[in-house]
């Protein structure tokens, strides 16, 4: 189901593409070379002086970490970003090596995040980002440290028709267009006359 962004001017289709479905294959498959190239997106965004703050877990349907993610989804996105097909957890390393803040580490996970999204939207993979998961049990399944901090788990695959989601209001959600601000709205100073 295409969903493109009512947007003032033509953008690129990956761009204007994008959106973050629910319904997804539950048997397709992400190949190891395409989850390569979306984890290289993501490690070849910029950053602040290039420190490169995101790491990630990487998991996939049958393996051992696509179940210790998935136990662990809140809410509805237990019900549906399982029958996904891949998962990447983005963690930002908070602080430098002398114990210093990085101020800007989240910035740069969620760039990162951004470069992997728009990156597997060319593969022809979907991605939902979800925030709804429990960060205390996936801190302790992986013994993350207390510097790192889990921003969003993108939940990737192959988009199945809304119907398939089986929950009338989630089908619902499916469906319905997608919003936003005007510009008008969001450009403090400086908006274009186009
Ligand atoms: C950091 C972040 C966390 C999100 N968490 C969830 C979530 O837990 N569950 C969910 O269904 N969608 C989640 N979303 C998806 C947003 O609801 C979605 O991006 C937004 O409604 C805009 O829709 P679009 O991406 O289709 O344009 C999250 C998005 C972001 C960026």
Redesign the pocket.
Known sequence: ML?PADSSVTLSPLIAN???P?SFDGVAEISDLDIAAILEAGRWSPSTNNQQPWRFIVAKRGDSHFENLAKHF?G??ATWAPTASAFILVVAVMTNEDGTARPFALYDAGLASAFMTVEANHLGIAV?????FDREKVKAEYSLPDNFSQ??ILVLGKQAPAAELHNAALVEREKAP?VRLPLTDIVIAGLPAA
């Open positions: 969903k994008r959106w973050s629910r809140a509805f996105n939902h980002p979800i925030a709804g921003t969003a997608r």
